[in-house]
């Protein structure tokens, strides 16, 4: 079966975002509407002690989660697995590999995204990772 335009924008973007490796928020930036709202593992920052889980309003929000994963990840693999389509939402399930700068552990774990496209632009995304994996990638021994 033929991918639908959406899923095949998202196929395009992660293929992009892995051959950068993570290098290019734009892949993810020129995706996003105006006032795109982009959620990483918990809604309150507070809530927990990793620097990217937060909510993201607009893309100067979302461009500062890249900066936030630039500073403490780096990307070194990222393999869309799954891609579900209903209406306008697409659910992506992935497997990821990324190096904590800090102490050079890795996490490689499953990662899943939800989208809500409105048109070809995305105005909602929700990731969500191992918390645990990463956290244990970002503790020095």
Known sequence: MADSERVAILRH???CWEGCCGADRNVW???ANDDAVFHSLVS???AHP??????YRGRD??????DAMEKDWELLSFDPQTFIEQGDEIAVFAIV???AKTTGKIAHTWISHWWSFEGNRFAKAVEVFDGTQA???MTPD
Do not use: P, T
């Open 13 to 15: 973007a992660y293929r």
């Open 29 to 31: 930036l020129d995706l």
């Open 44 to 46: 309150e920052k507070a």
């Open 50 to 55: 990793l620097a990217l889980a937060n909510v």
């Open 61 to 66: 929000e979302i461009g500062a989660y890249f």
């Open 97 to 99: 590999k990324v190096r």
């Open 135 to 137: 956290m244990m990638a």
